[in-house]
């Protein structure tokens, strides 16, 4: 979608764009590695927690490199597939994003901040 609908600052290749949203990912995933003191999340918060943390960074590391213009399109694009409306592409059954999980549908899916303790 993002190859053939919208228009980047700087061109970057898929696999640039796959790299920095699992490198940001890995970045915000850092507590479940348990250094410096810092306590794992407990199992039964860790599902819910991933799930809204690969969304936080699919969404910056697939759009960062876009204009605001474009953003809008992707937003358009992701919002539906998130909530599992687009019949191509149907969510997994086990993956069963809750409404606070979500970005809120007021503003930009680019406006939100995930706040892991609250």
Do not use: Y
């Not at 061109?11 to 003191?37: C, I, N």
């Not at 953003?71 to 059954?93: N, S």
């Amino acid at each position: 979608f993002i190859r053939l609908t919208l228009r980047e600052f700087i061109p970057t290749s898929t696999v640039h764009k796959v790299k920095q949203m699992l490198d940001l990912f890995d970045m915000l995933v850092d507590d479940w590695r348990g250094k410096d003191g810092v306590e794992i999340p407990s199992p039964s918060a860790t599902t819910s927690l991933l799930e809204s943390l690969f969304v936080f960074a699919l969404v910056w590391g697939l759009g960062a490199n876009l204009p605001n213009d474009q953003r809008a399109k992707l937003e358009a694009f992701l919002r539906p597939l998130f909530a599992g409306q687009v019949e191509e592409f149907p969510k997994p059954k086990k993956c069963k994003f809750a409404k606070s999980q979500m970005p809120p549908e007021r503003g930009s899916l680019f406006d939100f901040v995930f706040k892991k303790d609250s």
